[in-house]
Nanobody, 125 residues
């Protein structure tokens, strides 16, 4: 499966963006999907994920209440709605897909087999 992330850009503090992750080669409807981000000089970190078998969602503490992960009905596109953006949200955002996992795996990058190329999000203060 190939993943294509898009929707990044430059936004002011407090603004919103919606990232999209389009899949080709296989539907995303049955497996787990996630979003991670990497800021300059920092390690890649977990942002949000959605488990395919029961639709459970998981968020990092830093984005909980501001970001929402969702999937379209066809299962081919995953979204990350980002509201009330802050300068510390500035990073390259990556989408990822993998098989169904248990709760402890949902926040781990190694759980995901497929990765998109990343889309830059910049939040100005």
């Amino acid at each position: 499966v190939q993943l294509q992330a898009s929707g990044g850009g430059l936004v002011q503090t407090g603004g919103s963006l919606r990232l999209s992750c389009a899949a080709s080669g296989r539907t995303l409807s049955s497996g787990d999907v996630g979003w991670f981000r990497q800021a300059p000089g920092k390690e890649r970190e977990f942002v949000a994920s959605r488990r395919g078998r029961d639709r459970m969602t998981y968020y990092s503490d830093s984005v909980k209440g501001r970001f929402t992960i969702s999937r379209d009905n066809a299962g081919d596109t995953v979204y990350l709605q980002m509201n009330n953006l802050k300068p510390e949200d500035t990073a390259v955002y990556y989408c990822a897909a993998g098989r169904n996992g248990i709760t402890s795996e949902m926040r781990r990058a190694r759980h995901y087999d497929y990765w998109g190329q990343g889309t830059q999000v910049t939040v100005s203060s």
